[in-house]
């Protein structure tokens, strides 16, 4: 190892006395790469440093929510300022309103916002508005297609076509996921079998899953998805926690010309900082509370200091020259991972789109969950821990996509792209050389 790492250790073997794994969040812990976590000492641009002074290029950006990359000046001001007033409150601000507006204004599908906490929360609100607007219950989700950790979303696939879901989780009961049906993405036979079933009061997608590694849709794909939901008088609710206000400043359905009904936004949303939100038309947001019936509620949605981060974050991923540079730092990592492949001789499959770059080691396209998981694990670990003893900080799991930012410069791509060329060869040696395959 390269680096050194022996504070980072130490903290690490204590944080397991005290929180289950060490962590707060299970990827966090870097099991999947055979590897252990760096403690993080502070955040600068495009670059981690941790307690032991050694430096990263960050393609991980808090799993996507830092679009502005690290300790941005304009965030770090605007959320010292609001919290030199106060960080909560239990009643509105102008800045949760100054905000809403934005987004109303950015992502087509809303005319109305309702701001929570997490991703997690805006899904599962989400769901309880589909059923109530509709009166029906079933929800229709995607293998792979990550909605948070409520219970309706923990569910495994079945082997193809429709299935009813299957507890993913203990703790969670059969009952919860009774109404959950769990179809391949981007397989149209699946869906229309599913539907074939009725009593659906929404379809639930990522438009651009990216919790199975970034798998895009095929072409037509979402578009079918709308006509189908309408046919089947669900709701069309697209989770763009990922993809909102990165791949494009309406996030997927803006890029892509498919309105859903409903809308989950979540991470770039905050700036860093604990926000979401779900969002659609006036004549459905308006049945929650206190206009309506359906109650959801939370201590700390619309939180100030978060509304004052996320309204820059919001406004930056709209600036044009912004989103120029995010494709192009895009599009750089992406091609350089392609050649760099073929250079090795290391099967690699490159998706991307703007502020997002996912490799598989695979020869052939990812079209699903399915074919993710055959892409090779023991490969993607080798790649990982190379190149975090390089300086490289990825996504420890092959199932997250990298997270370019508008930090992000080209000599950080060259960077990245010098160690993954030591990393590929690692992995030509260690795993496609005949030896452990």
């Given at each position: 190892m390269s680096r050194r790492a022996r504070r980072s250790h130490e903290l690490f073997a204590e944080s397991r006395?005290?929180?289950?794994?060490?962590?707060?969040?299970?990827?966090?812990?870097?099991?999947?790469?055979?590897?252990?976590?760096?403690?993080?000492?502070?955040?600068?641009?495009?670059?981690?440093?941790?307690?032991?002074?050694?430096?990263?290029?960050?393609?991980?950006?808090?799993?996507?929510?830092l679009l502005a990359g690290h300790a941005h000046p304009d965030i770090v001001a605007a959320v010292t300022a609001r919290a030199a007033s106060g960080t909560s409150y239990g009643a509105p601000t102008a800045g949760e309103l100054e905000l809403a507006r934005l987004v109303v204004d950015t992502v087509p599908s809303v005319e109305m916002v309702r701001f929570v906490s997490s991703g997690t929360e805006a899904a599962m609100s989400a769901l309880r508005l589909a059923r109530a607007v509709t009166g029906k219950t079933r929800v229709l989700k995607f293998a792979g297609a990550y909605h948070g950790h409520a219970d309706p979303f923990l569910v495994a696939a079945g082997s193809g076509l429709a299935t009813h879901g299957i507890p993913a989780?203990?703790?969670?009961?059969?009952?919860?996921?009774?109404?959950?049906?769990?179809?391949?993405?981007?397989?149209?036979?699946?869906?229309?079998?599913?539907?074939?079933g009725g009593d659906f009061a929404a379809i639930f997608c990522e438009p651009y899953p990216a919790n199975m590694g970034f798998v895009p849709p095929s072409e037509g794909f979402l578009a079918y998805l709308r006509e189908r939901a309408d046919e089947a008088g669900a709701l069309l609710v697209f989770d763009e926690v990922?993809?909102?206000?990165?791949?494009?400043?309406?996030?997927?359905?803006?890029?892509?010309?498919?309105?859903?009904?409903?809308?989950?936004?979540?991470?770039?949303?905050?700036?860093?900082?604990?926000?979401?939100?779900?969002?659609?038309?006036?004549?459905?947001?308006?049945?929650?509370?206190?206009?309506?019936?359906?109650?959801?509620?939370?201590?700390?949605?619309?939180?100030?200091?978060?509304?004052?981060?996320?309204?820059?974050?919001?406004?930056?991923?709209?600036?044009?020259?912004?989103?120029?540079?995010?494709?192009?730092?895009?599009?750089?990592?992406?091609?350089?991972?392609r050649a760099l492949g073929e250079e090795v001789g290391v099967p690699l499959t490159v998706t991307a789109a703007p502020g997002l770059v996912c490799p598989f080691f695979t020869a052939g396209p990812v079209h699903d969950f399915a074919d993710v998981s055959a892409t090779s694990a023991e490969a993607y670990a080798v790649f990982a821990r190379s190149l975090l003893d390089q300086g490289i900080f990825v996504p420890p799991s092959r199932f997250e996509a990298w997270f370019p930012s508008l930090a992000h410069e080209q000599s950080h791509v060259e960077r990245t792209l010098a160690a993954a060329r030591t990393a590929l060869r690692a992995v030509r040696d260690h795993v496609y050389s005949g030896a452990s395959r």
């Amino acid at each position: 190892m390269s680096r050194r790492a022996r504070r980072s250790h130490e903290l690490f073997a204590e944080s397991r006395q005290y929180m289950p794994g060490g962590v707060s969040s299970p990827v966090r812990a870097m099991g999947q790469i055979g590897s252990e976590p760096f403690v993080v000492a502070r955040g600068e641009g495009a670059e981690l440093v941790d307690v032991d002074g050694n430096r990263y290029v960050d393609w991980v950006m808090s799993w996507g929510a830092l679009l502005a990359g690290h300790a941005h000046p304009d965030i770090v001001a605007a959320v010292t300022a609001r919290a030199a007033s106060g960080t909560s409150y239990g009643a509105p601000t102008a800045g949760e309103l100054e905000l809403a507006r934005l987004v109303v204004d950015t992502v087509p599908s809303v005319e109305m916002v309702r701001f929570v906490s997490s991703g997690t929360e805006a899904a599962m609100s989400a769901l309880r508005l589909a059923r109530a607007v509709t009166g029906k219950t079933r929800v229709l989700k995607f293998a792979g297609a990550y909605h948070g950790h409520a219970d309706p979303f923990l569910v495994a696939a079945g082997s193809g076509l429709a299935t009813h879901g299957i507890p993913a989780s203990p703790g969670v009961p059969e009952g919860a996921v009774a109404d959950t049906v769990v179809v391949t993405w981007n397989d149209r036979t699946a869906v229309d079998e599913a539907l074939a079933g009725g009593d659906f009061a929404a379809i639930f997608c990522e438009p651009y899953p990216a919790n199975m590694g970034f798998v895009p849709p095929s072409e037509g794909f979402l578009a079918y998805l709308r006509e189908r939901a309408d046919e089947a008088g669900a709701l069309l609710v697209f989770d763009e926690v990922i993809s909102g206000f990165r791949v494009a400043p309406g996030g997927a359905q803006e890029r892509e010309g498919v309105t859903p009904d409903l809308t989950v936004l979540g991470k770039v949303i905050g700036g860093g900082l604990p926000l979401a939100a779900f969002g659609g038309p006036r004549r459905a947001m308006e049945a929650l509370a206190p206009s309506g019936d359906v109650y959801q509620a939370g201590t700390l949605s619309g939180n100030p200091l978060a509304t004052a981060a996320g309204r820059i974050a919001v406004e930056l991923a709209r600036d044009s020259a912004a989103r120029a540079h995010l494709e192009r730092i895009s599009s750089a990592l992406a091609d350089g991972l392609r050649a760099l492949g073929e250079e090795v001789g290391v099967p690699l499959t490159v998706t991307a789109a703007p502020g997002l770059v996912c490799p598989f080691f695979t020869a052939g396209p990812v079209h699903d969950f399915a074919d993710v998981s055959a892409t090779s694990a023991e490969a993607y670990a080798v790649f990982a821990r190379s190149l975090l003893d390089q300086g490289i900080f990825v996504p420890p799991s092959r199932f997250e996509a990298w997270f370019p930012s508008l930090a992000h410069e080209q000599s950080h791509v060259e960077r990245t792209l010098a160690a993954a060329r030591t990393a590929l060869r690692a992995v030509r040696d260690h795993v496609y050389s005949g030896a452990s395959r």
